[in-house]
């Protein structure tokens, strides 16, 4: 199993951004699906998360302005950012809970290789 994140780049603040991560692989069923980052010297941090069932949580630092969504039949998790501030800036990563077969008895969790989101002008 493979996570593919792109849509990073170069934005000025209040931008919009959208962030796409794509699971490749022997697949079976996708439970939860998230976006993380990570910016310089910090901790990576949850950013948006997604259930199966489409029920949404998010970083206070990010509520009404991001949005999170996912296409099941695409095995893909999308990252809406509106309103980007500098303070936006790290390396996002997708990730993503998996099982591969219908006898898994866990769910593997996997992560995208990142991508870079930078906000300045």
């Known amino acids: 199993v493979q996570l593919q994140a792109s849509g990073g780049g170069l934005v000025q603040p209040g931008g919009s951004l959208r962030l796409s991560c794509a699971a490749s692989g022997v697949i079976f069923s996708i439970n939860a699906m998230g976006w993380y980052r990570q910016a310089p010297g910090k901790q990576r941090e949850l950013v948006a998360s997604?259930?199966?069932?489409?029920?949404?949580n998010y970083a206070d630092s990010v509520k009404g302005r991001f949005t999170i969504s996912r296409d099941n039949a695409k095995n893909t998790v999308y990252l809406q950012m509106n309103s980007l501030k500098p303070e936006d800036t790290a390396v996002y990563y997708c990730n993503a809970a998996i099982k591969s077969t219908a006898w898994s008895r866990t769910w593997g969790i996997y992560w995208g290789q990142g991508t870079l989101v930078t906000v300045s002008s």
């Open positions: 997604i259930t199966s069932g489409g029920s949404t």
